[in-house]
């Protein structure tokens, strides 16, 4: 046997997966509530042992460790750049693909009352842009001037007009501040370089996570790099995308994320118009894309879940998902306010249930509306014309679900559902007919994880274990 282990750390849910890579099968998996409060190491021994217990396995087949960690809920961070819709959505796309979650952003030029906001939110970093090269450098050395002023002890990095750089640096360091400054993430309009930005925010990322009570022994313990949880998810898309040599991948695909803190979008395609005679306005879209709803975990958000569907929604809809009897009663509001404290909490009975799927499949749709671009009608001097903003997912292959809620939930084809094209917003460019299927094992974090080491015995797992869905039968 070639037993390898896979971890992963942070978030609500401490999780333990073995493989057998010789038969490419999936061993076992155990879970452990979070201890990242007290010492992490704590949680991953108690899911570790429950693991080697119940499967009965022998500690000396075990050929490797491999672990991801989201870093105690996200490495927060704020961007600032010059036009929102282009140098401060660039900025936004290199924190997002890089384990990041973007707390704020600005545009423009910055005032006292910006800088007050950027203490207060206690950002993990500071990312600092503007400007193409060789072009505006007033706003970002003004915002440099404003930056070196305050209180902030968090590290800048300055990846913006390359003429400004030398010179922001040094404003910057001249009041004490810790700055690294990498290429420009908008070089110039018609490209978007965010590789060198995001290898510098993983570096933060990984010492960040590194400095979490227990997490010296349970690096000794693994033997091996914490990767970004991020990172390992959208390495696991893309290999299933695109697979290997000697694999071939499934195609295009986007995959929903739902968690306790956030709602997450990773999709795998070109996303350019259906039709060629669109017009597309705004930053050229990356091939692997990811997005992160911080306002949208169902258990740390579940409020502002509800209170972004509105109460007379949240009503109908969960009658029309629950068939109430006689012995059910909620105070829907109250529950969900529960959530939010209870953020281990298991649903009890079918009404708590379809609870979770009411908050699961308004997040669920949402985030995909934000991560889908739209299209557009318009008029020009040649006549109505077709415009898309963002990315086309209408001709998408597949569509994956993972999370404690597509394995430990029910009616996954609900949440599903929620993410695809619907007639009740036509200008959204969500997926509109492809293939279902739900991480039923809950492990593409670990499909991830092995994809750096064994790209196709990773990728032949991963499709032995998706667990097709139909949706067609279901009506919402």
């Known amino acids: 046997m070639d037993i390898r282990i896979l971890i992963d750390l942070g978030s609500t849910y401490t999780k333990v997966l073995a493989v057998d890579l010789d038969q490419e099968v999936l061993v076992g998996r155990a879970q452990a509530l979070t201890t990242v409060a007290t010492d992490i190491s704590i949680g991953l021994s108690e899911a570790y042992f429950t693991l080697i217990a119940e499967c009965g396995i022998d500690e000396k087949d075990i050929r490797g460790r491999y672990a991801s960690s989201s870093a105690a809920g ?3 961070m704020a961007a600032i750049g010059l036009v929102p819709s282009l140098t401060l959505e660039a900025a936004r796309r290199a924190a ?27 950002c993990d970093i500071i990312l600092l842009t503007g400007g193409t090269d060789g072009g505006d450098t007033e706003v970002i050395l003004h915002n440099a001037r404003m930056l070196a002023d305050s209180r902030l002890s968090c590290p800048i990095l300055v990846a913006g007009n390359r003429v400004a750089s030398e010179q922001v640096k040094s404003i910057l360091q001249g009041k004490g501040k810790t700055v690294a400054v990498t290429q420009n993430v908008l070089p110039s309009l018609e490209a978007v370089e965010v590789g060198p930005v995001q290898a510098l925010i993983r570096d933060i990322f990984i010492a960040q996570i590194t400095d979490a009570k227990g997490l010296t022994s349970a690096r000794e313990f693994i033997h091996n790099e914490i990767v970004p ?6 390495q696991a898309a893309a290999l299933l995308a695109d697979g290997t040599s000697e694999e071939r991948g499934i195609g295009t695909l986007a995959i929903v994320e739902v968690g306790g ?7 795998v395609c070109s996303g350019t118009p259906s039709d060629p005679q669109t017009l597309v306005r705004g930053l050229p879209e ?22 972004l569907m509105g109460e007379e929604h949240g009503e109908t809809r969960l009658r029309a998902i629950h068939r109430f009897s ?4 909620i105070e829907l509001e109250e529950h969900i306010a ?104 809950y492990f593409l974090y670990a499909i991830g994880l092995l994809a750096e080491h064994f790209p196709t015995k990773a990728l032949r797992i991963a499709k032995k274990y998706l667990q097709p869905i139909s949706i067609d039968s279901f009506v919402a």
């Not at 006689?326 to 009663?329: G, S």
Request: glycine share 8%; net charge negative; aromatic share 8%.
């Open 338 to 441: 529960a959530l939010s404290a209870d953020v281990g909490y298991v649903p009890e009975d079918t009404l708590t249930f379809d609870v979770d799927i009411l908050l699961a499949e308004y997040a669920t749709s949402v985030a995909m509306q934000r991560h889908a671009g739209t299209l557009r009608e318009e008029y020009s001097v040649v006549g109505k014309i077709k415009v898309q903003t963002g990315k086309n997912l209408l001709d998408i292959e597949n569509l994956i679900g993972t999370g404690g809620i597509f394995k430990y939930g029910r009616h996954p084809e609900r949440i599903l559902q929620a993410a695809q094209f619907s007639l009740d917003s036509p200008w959204s460019l969500k997926p509109k007919t492809p293939k279902t299927f739900i991480d039923c094992e």
């Open 261 to 267: 803190a956030t709602t997450n979008i990773h999709s």
């Open 229 to 234: 949880t991020p990172k390992a998810t959208l």
């Open 286 to 307: 990356p091939r692997v894309k990811r997005t992160v709803e911080g306002d949208l975990g169902i258990r740390y958000n579940a409020p502002t879940i509800y209170e």
């Open 96 to 122: 997002l693909g890089a384990g990041a979650k973007v707390v704020s952003a600005y545009g423009f030029k910055i005032y006292s009352d910006i800088v007050l906001e950027l203490e207060e939110a206690s």
């Open 74 to 76: 996200g490495l927060r």
């Open 326 to 329: 006689n012995a059910d009663a």
